[in-house]
């Protein structure tokens, strides 16, 4: 298998990219935010709690995300790999994350940082909320969602760069551009 990381702030692309990387490279998407928008959606006990946080821009507690993602990874093990989308966002989910994969032989091999300025995230946000219509895609959670992404998720950045994984790239410029980036570093590694 061949597992890969997308993250960045919120509004940076990563789920553009992943449609991507996905139809190209023949991994399989794993969005933890799509996971908990289809829980709530089907009104789940757990899409119901998530609820709550999610329309604040806060996290939802460590254990109840990494127990979707350990069930999605182990109902998969016979694909290419995984492109994670949304997941790890925070350093102890990333350090479970390598053991989960640990367990199953695998890793990830890189981890995509998509960097975008606050300025452009939010203009980009405003836009998907007239698109989209997303709870949380009002200023206020916006905003709450970038503060949460820069005290806590974007720490997970160290986390990989420690283990020569960390790729930063300018998620700037059209969809084209920031993917041909992409598949640059991708290239090395699939
Ligand atoms: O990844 P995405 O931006 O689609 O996630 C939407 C929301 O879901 C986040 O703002 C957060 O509230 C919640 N989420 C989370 N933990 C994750 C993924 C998503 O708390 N690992
Ligand atoms: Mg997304």
Partial sequence: MVNIVI??????????????????YKLMHLSTGDILRGEMASETALGLEAKKLIEKGELVPDDIVIKMVRSKIENNLDKKGFIFDGFPRTTRQAEVLDKLLEENN??????????????ELVKRLLKRAEEEGRADDSIEVIRNRIKVYNEVTSRVCNY??????????????TIEEIFGRICNVLDEHI
């Fill in 7 to 24: 993250f960045g702030p919120p509004g940076a692309g990563k789920g553009t990219q992943s449609q991507l990387i996905i139809d190209k």
């Fill in 106 to 119: 695998t890793s990830i091999s890189v981890m995509i940082s998509l960097e975008v300025e606050e300025e």
């Fill in 160 to 173: 990989y760069e420690k283990t020569n994984r960390y790729k930063p790239i300018d998620g700037t410029g």
